[in-house]
């Protein structure tokens, strides 16, 4: 978008809101809440972009058309990474994107996103459903004027894409690495120049030679993305984003002003997405990974131990400086994290872990 359109569409913004006693105050005299979703991806980017008209289409449904939610991409109404002051401020009444992107606003807003050898994405899920994380996720949003859901997750990411082999921790020096997040602090610790931009971006700069390497996502956002025309090598595990949830922010005003019955509609619609929006990431994800190894030359290599080993090292001093943070709630937070990961962890020994180990055993099947 030009600036100056933006400009004029920003001023046209402000002085609609403060005509208004509230958001929603011209909407409610038609019986009709008329939202605007801003989101941090291109329009229908797979994975992301698909799961946010997902969102909007289902809180308008889950409310019987009584809010009705009209999508704007990244760009059409304010930049990918402004959606998250654009509906603090007023000027949208929910986003759509990430936890990992909002760390200048407080570190310990990363940890509902994904946490470098963290929680996977059911883990992710439990801990804030069932191990007191939404209350410290509302208090933390809350002083921003935000009510925040979870509304999806993309799984396990990828290590990344990376244009030369790496063969030990040695080699991660000096390496321009696109990541987010708490990754991007594990990165740094361990001597890579981390730098952080859009995917569509991270391709140019990769074609450009002005990064070595970067992680998005996983195989089916990635394709759409066209990493493997740049980098061949695609390296697993992501051990820097085991999960990344994905989001839903409603201004708290706007939130509050609804009765109860479309504030239940408003966070069911986020609830019930969260699993299928995951699935489909696990299972397009599979698909297109075998595309683009049989069809694009792409070499599918595993990190070495050792790299992994330093990168464990390095994510433990990064949740070891949010536990000392000067904020009282980021240490609440990092220590509610921790318990959970912990009691789940010891678990999934037994459980989950146990199943995915026998079924990798050879036997005919």
């Given at each position: 978008?030009?600036?100056?359109?933006?400009?004029?569409?920003?001023?046209?913004?402000?002085?609609?809101?403060?005509?208004?006693?509230?958001?929603?105050?011209?909407?409610?005299?038609?019986?009709?809440?008329?939202?605007?979703?801003?989101?941090?991806?291109?329009k229908?980017?797979?994975?992301?972009?698909?799961?946010?008209?997902?969102?909007?289409?289902?809180?308008?449904?889950?409310?019987?058309?009584?809010?009705?939610?009209?999508?704007?991409?990244?760009?059409?109404?304010?930049?990918?990474?402004?959606?998250?002051?654009?509906?603090?401020?007023?000027?949208?009444?929910?986003?759509h994107?990430?936890?990992?992107?909002?760390?200048?606003?407080?570190?310990?807003?990363?940890?509902?996103?994904?946490?470098?050898?963290?929680?996977?994405?059911?883990?992710?899920?439990?801990?804030?459903?069932?191990?007191?994380?939404?209350?410290?996720?509302?208090?933390?949003?809350?002083?921003?004027?935000?009510?925040?859901?979870?509304?999806?997750?993309?799984?396990p990411?990828?290590?990344?894409?990376?244009?030369?082999?790496?063969?030990?921790?040695?080699?991660?020096?000096?390496?321009r690495?696109?990541?987010?997040?708490?990754?991007?602090?594990?990165?740094a610790?361990?001597?890579?120049?981390?730098?952080?931009?859009?995917?569509?971006?991270?391709?140019?700069?990769?074609?450009?030679?002005?990064?070595?390497?970067?992680?998005?996502?996983?195989?089916?956002?990635?394709?759409?993305?066209?990493?493997?025309?740049?980098?061949?090598?695609?390296?697993?595990?992501?051990?820097?984003?085991?999960?990344?949830?994905?989001?839903?922010?409603v201004?708290?005003?706007?939130?509050?002003?609804?009765?109860?019955?479309l504030?239940?509609?408003?966070?069911?619609?986020?609830e019930?997405?969260?699993?299928?929006?995951?699935?489909?990431?696990?299972?397009?994800?599979?698909?297109?990974?075998?595309?683009?190894?049989?069809?694009?030359?792409?070499?599918?290599?595993?990190?070495?131990?050792?790299?992994?080993?330093?990168?464990?090292?390095?994510?433990?001093?990064?949740?070891?400086?949010?536990?000392?943070?000067?904020?009282?709630?980021?240490?609440?937070?990092?220590?509610?994290?921790?318990?959970?990961?912990?009691?789940?962890?010891?678990?999934m020994?037994?459980?989950?872990?146990?199943?995915?180990?026998?079924?990798?055993?050879?036997?005919?099947?």
């Amino acid at each position: 978008m030009k600036r100056r359109d933006f400009l004029k569409k920003a001023a046209a913004g402000a002085a609609a809101t403060a005509a208004g006693a509230t958001l929603a105050a011209p909407a409610i005299a038609q019986d009709k809440l008329r939202w605007k979703m801003v989101t941090a991806w291109p329009k229908n980017l797979p994975g992301p972009g698909v799961a946010a008209q997902m969102l909007a289409d289902r809180i308008t449904a889950l409310s019987g058309g009584r809010i009705e939610v009209q999508l704007f991409a990244a760009g059409e109404l304010v930049p990918g990474h402004g959606v998250f002051d654009a509906v603090s401020e007023g000027t949208a009444e929910l986003y759509h994107a990430v936890p990992s992107y909002w760390g200048s606003k407080s570190k310990g807003i990363l940890l509902f996103g994904s946490q470098p050898f963290g929680l996977r994405a059911d883990e992710q899920f439990g801990w804030l459903a069932h191990g007191g994380g939404q209350a410290l996720y509302d208090e933390m949003y809350g002083r921003f004027g935000l009510k925040p859901f979870l509304c999806g997750n993309s799984g396990p990411q990828w290590a990344g894409w990376f244009r030369n082999e790496i063969n030990s921790a040695e080699d991660l020096k000096g390496l321009r690495f696109r990541t987010t997040g708490l990754a991007s602090e594990m990165c740094a610790k361990l001597g890579m120049a981390v730098q952080a931009m859009g995917g569509r971006d991270m391709f140019q700069a990769l074609q450009s030679g002005a990064l070595d390497a970067g992680e998005f996502i996983g195989p089916w956002s990635d394709s759409a993305l066209g990493f493997y025309q740049v980098a061949k090598n695609y390296y697993w595990p992501g051990v820097g984003e085991p999960s990344s949830a994905e989001e839903c922010a409603v201004n708290k005003e706007a939130y509050d002003a609804l009765p109860a019955d479309l504030q239940q509609a408003v966070a069911m619609a986020c609830e019930s997405l969260y699993n299928p929006v995951w699935t489909e990431y696990s299972t397009k994800h599979a698909l297109a990974l075998e595309k683009l190894v049989a069809e694009q030359g792409v070499q599918v290599k595993k990190l070495p131990d050792d790299v992994i080993v330093a990168m464990g090292n390095a994510a433990g001093e990064v949740i070891g400086e949010l536990r000392e943070d000067s904020d009282e709630l980021v240490q609440r937070i990092t220590e509610s994290f921790l318990a959970y990961r912990a009691s789940i962890a010891k678990y999934m020994t037994y459980a989950d872990n146990g199943q995915m180990n026998a079924r990798a055993m050879d036997y005919k099947y």
